[in-house]
């Protein structure tokens, strides 16, 4: 890579812009694929004005420069792509290895550490072979430094260059931003120099990225040829703790935080046109940009939509869950098993029994997927029968006064707006039992729910007050033994209500297991009509893993339908799960939704077509050990492990990135292997 002189230049010019997190990147490439001109800027929560500022400068210094072709990536791709007509976009983790093999083409690992994001992949025969990305959390990223340097009055260059001249630095560990405040001002009481805690948090910072993100089995696992890149990385000090945590020597290009661009420049040559479509210099003259917040309204969602208009009539849309705001279509469901599961669980609806009490049915967590199982055997019994509606935010937020503790998981937390709903309906008693077992379905040590699942009840029983003659009932329940259900049902029931005979409760028990069946089975057949359809129109297959709850769209955030968008195909894991024999693995697997898991990773390493894309809560402890053996599933068979991590905060623009970095790497694989 060399530099150029943009004024006077003559040839073909490639433009290439990283619309960043916290930065806007852009550089001028020659037809020589060198750098005519570059910027670095401070996006100030706003890319546009920033990269159209750049490029009418770009045109003032070389009123004559032939624009071949442009490209744009990061989070403000969408949006900088219609504002100034780029010709394509490119995700993140695709510029940046096409950056990074100019330098080193058998570049073996890539690390940038961006302003809040870390992107790491493993590179094997020159394609992506495995892709870590940070979590929702942007501890140990560039504005995780620059926050601390703001904090002791330095700018973040000064900060930086403070930690080379350490000579104790101190230990910070490698926690989120609020804890590591309480230390550095802990290390200054301690009397701690500001130079030893500049190294600090630089070392925490390449910690984090190793042990928090990549977390290989051994350093060996990164190989020898590794890029480093990012602005993060224009620290030295960064670069050193890197260096000697790793043992080795790393190479970190001159233009290190400029790599998104430039691979977008790189991407632009590929593309190998002879005219830009990007905005003229007339064109950006007459530029305007308005925004006007409205609400979707074409479905039950509601999305809150960004709506930004451009001179010339173009428009970007932002907000919304599904492409129908854009092209007025709605998802095709029948590529999703997510809807399919909605459709079905519709059916159940409110019924008015033989009996004067209704029985009502919170839709969450577990009673997800027992809503049949149960919704058949009240109804059996004569129940009139009332469950909870599809969650959305109104719903969450009616229960919020009566959530005790904000660590728990957000499915947990959802359902006190569903038991608040059911209270408000008046029904006589709400149905909300613990259970310490679920169904056996013989993948693991043992059918454990998770203790959350198993005994929210609880929870709810302590922390809701409910309202008028409507009771709670939270007792335990087993219909996992199946031969003592109805006679512990029949002394449960009797507790609450008169007339509740052995006899019926038998009858109900019978026709609700039947159903409980019928709606695995329709799961499972339609998902095998999907994954058929799927492969003879030439889709891939994802496996969207997680809980029954997360079939929610409240709690999905519509990420199924995202999955759609892309023209890929989604199955979930119990679909998939009952297609594997019970096999060994690492850790103790007595938690019944767990070994869904594992048997649905085990499956998709035996289909060449299927990937696992895995769903997980905050909050959830248990799955700091499901991620990690899933993980080490799916890697072992080859292929690449990707995670969604989701609470009660959409954040689309990451899980695109993820999404379009696991299907950019696939192709790339396949283009390899031809």
Request: hydrophobic letters at 40%; a neutral charge.
């Amino acid at each position: 890579m060399t530099y150029g002189q943009l004024a006077g230049y003559k040839g073909k010019a490639y433009i290439g812009i990283d619309a960043g997190s916290t930065t806007v990147k852009a550089v001028v490439m020659g037809e020589d694929k060198e750098i005519l001109d570059s910027t670095y800027l401070s996006n100030s929560g706003n890319p546009v004005p920033i990269v159209r500022d750049y490029l009418a400068s770009v045109y003032e210094r070389c009123p004559d420069l032939r624009i071949a072709g442009s490209c744009v990536t990061g989070y403000g791709e969408d949006i900088i792509k219609n504002a100034f007509s780029i010709d394509s976009g490119l995700v993140e983790t695709m510029a940046h290895l096409k950056a990074a093999q100019e330098f080193m083409p058998d570049v073996e690992f890539i690390i940038d550490i961006g302003g809040q994001d870390m992107k790491c992949f493993k590179i094997h025969n020159s394609a992506i072979d495995n892709i870590y990305l940070n979590e929702a959390c942007s501890s140990g990223c560039g504005s995780f430094l620059q926050t601390f340097a703001g904090a002791l009055n330095y700018s973040a260059e000064e900060f930086s260059k403070l930690g080379l001249f350490s000579k104790n630095a101190v230990d910070l560990g490698s926690r989120c931003t609020v804890f590591m405040n309480s230390s550095v001002k802990q290390a200054q009481k301690d009397g701690v120099s500001t130079e030893d805690i500049s190294a600090g948090l630089s070392i925490s910072v390449v910690k984090n990225a190793i042990y928090k993100v990549i977390r290989p089995a051994s350093v060996d696992q990164l190989g020898k040829k590794i890029v480093v890149q990012g602005g993060t990385f224009l620290n030295d000090a960064v670069l050193r703790a890197f260096e000697r945590e790793l043992g080795i020597q790393v190479v970190r290009p001159v233009i290190a935080g400029l790599m998104g661009a430039y691979g977008c420049a790189l991407h632009a040559m590929e593309r190998g046109k002879e005219t830009s479509g990007i905005l003229t210099a007339a064109e950006l003259k007459v530029f305007t940009h308005q925004v006007k917040n409205i609400n979707c309204g074409l479905c039950s969602n509601n999305c809150r939509l960004s709506v930004n208009t451009f001179s010339g009539g173009r428009k970007y849309i932002a907000g919304n869950k599904c492409e129908r705001p854009v092209t007025k279509r709605v998802t095709n469901s029948n590529q999703n098993i997510y809807k399919y599961k909605q459709e079905l669980l519709a059916e159940y609806e409110d019924i008015e029994g033989t009996r004067p009490e209704t029985i009502g049915i919170p839709l969450g967590l577990n009673m997800y997927e027992l809503v049949p199982f149960w919704h058949k055997f009240f109804e059996t019994l004569g129940f009139g029968v009332k469950v909870s509606p599809f969650s959305d935010r109104e719903l969450y937020l009616s229960g919020q006064n009566s959530i005790p503790s904000d660590t728990v998981c957000f499915p947990a937390k959802m359902l006190h707006g569903h038991v608040e709903y059911l209270a408000s309906q008046g029904v006589d008693a709400i149905f909300y039992p613990c259970m310490s077992f679920n169904f056996d379905e013989g993948l693991g040590d043992n059918s454990y729910n998770c203790p959350v699942v198993a005994y929210y009840p609880e929870v709810i029983a302590a922390n809701m007050k409910l309202k008028g003659r409507t009771v709670l009932i939270s007792d335990y329940v087993g219909p996992h033994k199946k031969k003592f259900f109805p006679q512990k049902m029949t002394e449960l029931l009797g507790k609450y209500f008169d007339g509740i005979t052995l006899k019926d409760v038998k009858r109900a028990s019978d026709l609700a297991f039947k159903e409980r069946d019928l709606f695995l089975s329709r799961v499972r057949d339609r998902a095998q009509v999907i994954v058929d359809t799927a492969r003879r129109e030439g889709k891939r297959i994802i496996v969207l893993a997680g809980r029954p709850y997360h079939v929610d769209p409240e709690i999905n955030h519509g990420i199924d339908m995202l999955i759609n968008g892309f023209g890929v195909a989604v199955i979930s894991e119990d679909s998939v799960s009952h297609k594997v024999n019970k096999f060994p693995v690492r850790v103790l697997n007595q938690w019944m939704y767990h070994s869904r898991l594992y048997a649905a990773a085990k499956y998709v390493l035996t289909q060449p077509d299927m990937e696992l894309v895995q769903l997980v809560s905050f909050g959830c402890g248990l799955d700091a050990i499901t991620t990690d053996e899933v993980r080490r599933i799916i890697e072992g068979g080859g292929k690449i492990y990707t995670q969604i991590k989701i609470d009660e905060i959409t954040n689309l623009g990451a899980v695109k990135v993820r999404l379009r970095s696991l299907l950019a790497a696939l192709e790339q694989q396949e283009r390899e292997a031809i």
